[in-house]
């Protein structure tokens, strides 16, 4: 089961191939994805991304997960984020969200089992 593509991004929405719904934030997975909801966790740009934010993702066995901090990255992402994704041995990329987006679809057009978490605003 491959990752599906991220179609579009603009401000405030993004496109998942395969979804006919559009995200304003979202986690996407091999077969899947659904939007990211930060009142689930707590999330807000700071103290950001927490691992259960991320966790979701990691059970269906991706080998990279991206994290795209938003169009001007006031998202943030702690130490204690990317130190529970290694020590699970996943690679973990923190990028601006459109530069995300690129660096997640050639990880799915090269065939590899990647998640990703993004936020598709500031």
Request: aromatic share 6%.
């Amino acid at each position: 089961m491959s990752s599906p593509e991220i179609a579009s991004l603009s401000w405030g929405q993004m496109k998942v191939q395969g979804s006919t719904k559009i995200y304003k934030d979202c986690k996407v997975w091999p077969g899947g994805s659904r939007a990211w909801d930060w009142r689930e966790t707590g999330t807000e740009h700071s103290p950001a991304v927490q691992p259960a934010d991320v966790e979701e993702v990691v059970e269906k066995g991706v080998q990279i997960l991206v994290i795209g901090r938003g169009m001007s990255e006031a998202l943030k992402v702690p130490p204690s984020t990317v130190e529970y994704l290694q020590k699970k041995g996943i690679d973990v990329r923190v990028l601006q969200t459109e530069q995300a987006l690129k660096e997640y679809n050639a990880l799915v057009t090269q065939g590899i089992r990647v998640g990703g978490v993004f936020h598709s605003t500031c």
